[in-house]
């Protein structure tokens, strides 16, 4: 076998192997069993819908996901338990991921020590700008998140 047969079954491989993942994320969206969304569930799959994203939490009460193309997290507001907030996770600092730590009640930056509450609100510096915020809508077990 030569390296350019060699290549194509690689590739052919890389794409038969992709194929289900591919599936799935086009799939109905979700598993219709899920607990509602306000109490949780298991679930922590999202997928994108033309500029909104839906997801369902975690037991934890919060999901990580991707709103168009940018980290973000869902989150219950610890302070409101029926209130679920949704924030672009990218530190306004310098630009780190930052990571919810439901023993702060806040959103960490992992690189300079940044914390924001659970709207995206600066509780410590050096992060001067809040989080961006985005709307968010539950309906059923769904959570709808509109950049």
Known sequence: MNRREFTQWMTAGAIASSLPVALAACGSGGNS?????????????????????????????????????????????????????????????????????????????PCHGAKFAAGGAVKAAPAEKPLAAYKVKVAGDKITVEA
């Not at 994108?48 to 975690?58: K, M, R, S, V």
């Not at 310098?94 to 959103?107: H, P, R």
């Open 33 to 109: 069993s899920t607990a509602p969304a306000p109490s949780g569930s298991a679930s922590v799959a999202a997928m994108a819908e033309g500029g909104t994203t839906i997801a369902a939490l975690d037991k934890a009460g919060f999901v990580e996901i991707t709103v168009k193309g940018k980290p973000a997290t869902i989150v219950r507001n610890p302070d409101k338990k029926d209130e679920i907030l949704a924030v672009n996770t990218m530190c306004t600092h310098k630009g780190c991921t930052v990571a919810w730590k439901a023993d702060q009640k806040a959103f960490v930056c």
